[in-house]
Every structure is written in C-alpha cells, then in structure tokens.
C-alpha cells in the first residue's frame, strides 16, 4: 500500500506522485488513467529495486490538509 499525491497539472492531465518512492510520479488523462499509471509505475519502480537488491522504502508519507 503507497500513498499517492493526485492533482491536475496546467495542461490538463492529472499527475500522480508517490512521495515515498521519490522518483515514481506518472500521469493520464483522467483521474482514474492516472492512478492505473500510477499502480503500473510503482510495480516498476519496486521490481527494479528488488532486481538491483536494493532495500524497498517503507511508507512514510502523512498527508494533512491546512486551511489558511
């Protein structure tokens, strides 16, 4: 289980970013092509790790939400 950012970029497509993975970030078109991107991007991003034996980074990520 990650984490993942979701937001519109300016030219339109959503940008999905996994802050505990720094790197794995993937877009779409709509929210839900960004996030089976997104799935697809960290499948990738943690075989690769295992490939290199690289140890694979916990989950850290806490979001909060701050009105000003």
């Known amino acids: 289980m990650r984490q993942v950012m979701l937001y519109k970029g300016e030219d339109g497509y ?16 709509s929210k839900e092509e960004a996030i089976a991107n997104m799935k697809e991007a960290i499948r990738g991003y943690v075989a690769a790790l295992k490939e290199d034996g690289i140890p694979i980074p916990k989950e850290h990520f806490n979001s909060l939400l701050v009105a000003v």
């Open 14 to 29: 959503w940008i999905a970013e996994c802050p505990s993975l720094p790197g794995c970030i993937s877009q779409g078109k």
